[in-house]
């Protein structure tokens, strides 16, 4: 049996309802916070279960080419094809691919307010979790890291900062945001702030913005995603901004 039909069709109609980009080779979808990428010990449908909505006859279906955490909203891209899938693999590994998140952070902004965070990470397991702790280069597990970041804008309270890793770790952001002790609003794994402003931080607050990468059949494909209500609604709550100014949104292949 076809997986696409093991899809209701309210499934269909929601998977469908976060595309934002869609061409003969790559389609890019906007995923909302609390969808798993893949699988995990979550038993709940995942963005790759619902990839089979898309599927075409003889049972081929798009590939994710890169993965966002469960709580992290944003920009995420499948190949329709398997060479389309590999070019957009290599391009992963070799860094050709930018990425561009917004997060909130507290408490305040860091300092200094921009620059480059290259601690290096190594992965610890804890009972069931993986977590990415700071490490010194030379140890055996080090991973190299690198992530660029500028404040956009900033109270006493929290931050607003985007974020741009120049590689590609298991929660890399969020673990160097904490190393510099500013972790991202409402990561319990990494010391977030659960409050904020007197209320509730909703979800990890991190957000995938935008996306640009070397297109599998020449050219650049540019993909973004405006921040949902609730981050939105957050940075407004703390004084970040009297409302959302950014153009995030859409796709394009050029």
């Given at each position: 049996m076809s997986k696409a039909s093991s899809l209701s069709e309210a499934d269909v109609t929601f998977i469908r309802s976060r595309l934002i980009h869609e061409d003969d080779l790559v389609?890019?979808?906007?995923?909302?916070?609390g969808l798993s990428s893949q699988g995990g010990r979550i038993a709940a449908l995942t963005l790759d279960?619902?990839?089979a909505a898309?599927?075409?006859?003889?049972?081929?279906?798009?590939?994710?080419v890169h993965r966002l955490d469960r709580d992290t909203s944003g920009v995420i891209l499948a190949a329709k094809t398997k060479p389309a899938a590999a070019f957009l693999g290599r391009a992963l590994m070799t860094r050709k691919v930018k990425k561009t998140y917004l997060a909130l952070i507290a408490p305040g902004a860091p300092q200094p307010p921009f620059g480059r965070i290259t601690t290096p990470l190594r992965r610890e397991v804890i009972g069931r979790d993986v977590r990415m702790t700071p490490c010194a280069a030379d140890h055996?597990?080090?991973?190299?890291?690198?992530?660029?970041y500028r404040t956009l804008a900033e109270s006493p309270e929290a931050a607003l900062v985007e974020l741009r890793p120049h590689t590609g770790r298991m929660h890399q952001l969020r673990a160097h945001m904490a190393s510099i002790g500013r972790p991202i609003a409402g990561d319990v794994r990494y010391g977030g702030?659960?409050?904020?402003?007197?209320?509730?931080?909703p979800r990890l607050m991190l957000h995938a913005a935008a996306l640009e990468a070397p297109h599998p059949a020449g050219g650049r494909l540019q993909v973004t995603?405006?921040?949902p209500a609730d981050f939105q609604e957050t940075a407004v709550r703390l004084g970040l901004l009297s409302r959302w100014p950014l153009t995030y949104g859409g796709g394009r292949a050029q």
């Open positions: 389609l890019a979808f906007d995923k909302p916070a279960d619902l990839l898309f599927e075409r006859s003889g049972g081929n279906r798009p590939r994710l055996p597990d080090a991973e190299e890291t690198d992530t660029g702030a659960l409050m904020l402003g007197g209320a509730p931080v995603a405006p921040p």
